[in-house]
């Protein structure tokens, strides 16, 4: 877990090549594309970008006209506000009108960690997985943030695309295959299932590695969709382990934990913990040193994992 | 102050057979609302002119192929005045006009606001206000990268303008020096709680339209030769985005609607019906409607 790579600009470089190929994409940004990294695909096709300028919302609903003249449009500005700011565009002009448009949101979770509460996103997960038709899907590496891209450029419809700001260890190589929808078994164990989503995947893995140092076997799992979700692979896990911990970096309310308790709470209850914020928001700080106090940490994974198995029959 | 178009470069002939449209387009949407128990008869009785010379005479479309890719775009970015667009979209051909009684029952195509996806001809969703200016915008935008002929044409209304978003798409519009995009403002002052005005005044409109860097035509939006008259002037201008700000009667046609943000979104009474319709079927032509 030594090697790390920004995942924002996997994306950007990896829009830009997708455009290449596709001459139908088309990407909006919103004053922020030396942070998005849609700079990559401005530069070399000048013609299909547009920014509009600090004006998410109506940028939301340019990409939705664009798409009803047949174009597959990248819309790029910060998680937060592409999912609250514009969260009635998404909701009537995306969802609803079920509008091929791909919201790509950057700067997911803690990761503008110095900038603070305001520019960290930790409820675009709950508010965008209310959304019927809307797919949802967060990225946990550089090589899957690229993968993403033509994946969510040919799905049939829109997608919710959470991205991150950070550096993050690599833990793909290029043969992984990304498919939506899709969960990926990333380590075996019988014990329980640490089901991770976004940078927390990696942390999980740390997570199993040091649970199997306590004579734990933990599976470990990636949820990368949240939206349509591999029921089948969750409560495979829940039946063939018997517990489960959710990590995510996001609320406990209404993302990943949640979308996994409605699960197996309907199906199969059984003992589950839920890593990720407590209700309530950050501060502004170092990334590594936020995710450590808001219980974000290979630690807190750990304990949430020996809590679970206190909790087991 | 904008230009006044005074006489209409249309045929008399034309105008009067769109006048009778209009008439019929007003009997359909109070019989609709009536017969829906809801719905919102003021403002699409305001529009109607400008509804029927879009669908009547400007708008290329083909009734039996309503995707067809290079058709105008029209988006009632006001879409409260769906049954309004409902009844053109029937007389024009695209469902029949029984199925208009349908209106707002379970399983109709003919949703409270409109639905992309359910009805035949309707461009985009809408309903709630302040998406279809910038919505139009795209629409442009893709016709520009496509090399497509279409023209879009977004039906705002005056209310809706309060909203922000309207400014977003407004200032992007100009940016792109989008030409092929015509928005009209149905200006009826009138809104859901009460005169625009005093709600919240928009004056002077057409200052903050021509400060945004659009070309701006103001006109009586029942006025059948004007309408078309400045529908054409907009496909000739070059380098900007055209507003039509229409000034209109609320709830027009309908003596006790005119006028009343009572009227914005109530249902008619069977009596109110039978009055509504023996004003509608006897007369237009005195009442105004002719260029």
Known sequence: MTQRASMRVAYGKALAE????????????????????????????????????????????????LALGGKVPFVNTFAFLLSLRAAEQVRTCVAYAQTNVKLAAGYGGLSD??????????????????????????????????????????????????????????????????RIGEGVLLRQGSDLTLMGTGIMVARCLEAAEELAGQGIQARVVEIHTLKP?????????????????????????????????????????LPLERVG????????????????????????????????????? | MSREIVVSFHPESLVAELVEKVRLLRIEVVKMIHQAGSGHPGGSLSAAEIVTALYFHQLRLDPAHPDWPERDRFILSKGHAAPLLYAALAHRGFFSREELATL?????????????????GVDMTAGALGHGLSIGVGLALAARLNDAPY????????????????????????????DQLTAILDYNDVQLDGPVHEIMPLEPVVDKWRAFNWHVMEIDGHNMGQILDALDEAENIHGYPTIIVAHTTKGKGVSFMENQSAWHGRAPSDEELRLALAELEEEMGERGGRS
């Open chain 2, 151 to 178: 023209r879009t044409y977004v039906l705002l209304g005056d209310g809706e303008i309060q909203a922000g978003v309207i400014w977003e798409g407004a200032m992007a519009a100009a940016k792109y020096r989008l």
């Open chain 2, 104 to 120: 707002r029952q379970m399983d109709s195509r003919l949703q409270g606001h409109p639905d992309r996806l359910r009805t035949p």
């Open chain 1, 113 to 178: 960690s110095y900038d603070g509460p305001t520019h960290h996103s930790i409820c675009d997960l709950a508010v965008m997985r209310a959304m019927p038709h809307l797919a949802v899907v967060v990225v946990a590496d550089a090589v899957e943030a690229r993968q993403a891209v033509p994946a969510v450029a040919e799905y049939a419809g829109p997608v919710y695309l959470r991205l991150s700001r950070a550096e993050v260890p690599v833990i793909f190589d290029e043969r992984h295959p990304f």
């Open chain 1, 229 to 269: 979700l591999d029921r089948a692979l969750i409560l495979q896990c829940a039946r063939e382990t018997g517990g489960l911990v959710t990590a995510e970096e996001h609320s406990i309310i209404g993302g990943l934990g949640s979308a996994v308790a409605e699960v197996v709470g309907e199906r199969l209850p």
């Open chain 1, 277 to 313: 914020l407590q209700d309530c928001f950050a501060e502004t700080g170092g990334y590594n040193e936020l995710l450590a106090r808001y219980g974000l940490d290979v630690g807190h994974i750990v304990a949430a994992a020996r809590r679970v198995m206190k909790r087991m029959p």
């Open chain 1, 18 to 65: 997708c455009g290449a190929l596709n001459p139908e994409l088309v990407v909006l940004d919103a004053d922020v594309s030396a942070s998005t990294q849609s700079h990559y695909f401005a530069a070399r096709f000048p013609e299909r970008f547009f920014n509009l300028g600090v004006a998410e919302a109506g940028m939301v609903d340019v990409a939705v006209g």
